[in-house]
């Protein structure tokens, strides 16, 4: 069984701070509509969450490119490369359950940062992970791969 541990949790704050900023928290709770508290909660469209894995900075830095963590655009940062898991397998994540939708294949945005970042991390830029189990989730708690499909 593929273990880890939560390293970083990000969310998209509400129009209060900047539309569309992104911020560090140390916990969140999730439900069917989302992160609770985020911008696009209860937006009326499912969104998937993406999980990143240490495993795309550990590339990024091995090109001798350093960014901060969130770059990748991610709501969950683990410890774990969890990137040969394909859809359909679940993942508990402290006290919720995700199921894999598919590997996070949008790299457009990250040509302004570098033009090799696209192709440094193909294939490898996170996961998008949808809700089945809903709660809480908080820096530290373990990652658990249930089900590998």
Do not use: W
């Not at 609770?36 to 495993?55: A, I, W």
């Amino acid at each position: 069984m593929t273990t880890g541990k939560v390293v970083n949790l990000y969310m998209t704050m509400p129009d209060m701070m900047r539309a569309g900023h992104r911020m560090r928290v140390d916990d969140m709770e999730c439900d069917e509509n989302g992160i609770m508290g985020s911008r696009d909660y209860e937006n009326g469209t499912q969104r998937p969450m993406v999980l990143v894995s240490k495993k795309s900075y550990d590339i990024i830095e091995d090109a001798e490119l350093y960014f901060e963590r969130g770059l990748l655009m991610e709501d969950i940062y683990v410890d774990v490369d969890l990137y040969h898991l394909n859809k359909g397998s679940i993942i508990e994540i402290g006290e919720m359950v995700f199921e894999v939708s598919g590997p996070c294949e949008d790299y457009r945005y990250l040509y302004a940062f570098a033009p090799e970042l696209p192709a440094l991390i193909k294939g490898k830029r996170g996961l998008f992970i949808t809700p089945i189990e809903y709660g809480r989730i908080e820096i530290g708690d373990e990652v658990n791969v249930l089900e590998e499909r």
